[in-house]
């Protein structure tokens, strides 16, 4: 890199850092198994932690097409994270959930953030890390994203 170019700015390298998580996330889970996963999938999964969701209520919730949700499901589905069954009182509802396969995908993503996250603790101890969650708690509320997080309803920076 040439000496004469700056320095990446404090938010360009959180991005470039939210970027490399992800790659560091998705490498993790393809050597568990679960190389088919994308990062995109995670918003979808995301909404099925807090129970079956109807795919219109999680397009609303995440402020995305219902096609777009419709696709990634459809994607879901067929690898098998997911299952989409006719709810029993009303042919017309068809919930979709997470199946085995896709808890399991889902604790493996958390522990290897966990794990990332105790080397990060490790490297720059209790104090630092307490001020960078402040920081990024910080940063989620200038952006708006407090209550999406809180509520697991984070949008897709672009629908796929």
Avoid: C, W
Avoid at 136 to 151: F, K, M, P, Q, S
């Amino acid at each position: 890199m040439p000496n004469d170019l700056p320095a990446a700015d404090l938010i360009s390298q959180i991005a470039i850092l939210g970027a490399a998580i992800n790659r560091h996330v998705a490498g993790g889970l393809s050597d568990a198994g679960y190389a088919e996963l994308r990062p995109g999938h995670g918003y979808v999964v995301q909404r099925l932690l807090t129970g079956p969701q109807q795919i219109t209520a999680m397009a609303a919730d995440l402020g995305i097409s219902q096609q777009a949700v419709s696709k990634t499901v459809r994607d879901l589905v067929r690898l098998g994270f997911v299952s989409q069954t006719i709810d029993d009182g009303d042919s017309r509802r068809r919930p979709v959930a997470l199946t085995e396969r896709g808890r399991a995908a889902v604790e493996r993503a958390r522990s290897i953030r966990a794990d990332l996250e105790r080397n990060l603790g490790a490297a720059v101890g209790t104090a630092d890390l307490a001020a960078t969650r402040t920081v990024i708690a910080v940063l989620l509320g200038e952006l708006g994203l407090t209550d999406h997080v809180a509520g697991r309803t984070v949008p897709p920076p672009f629908e796929e």
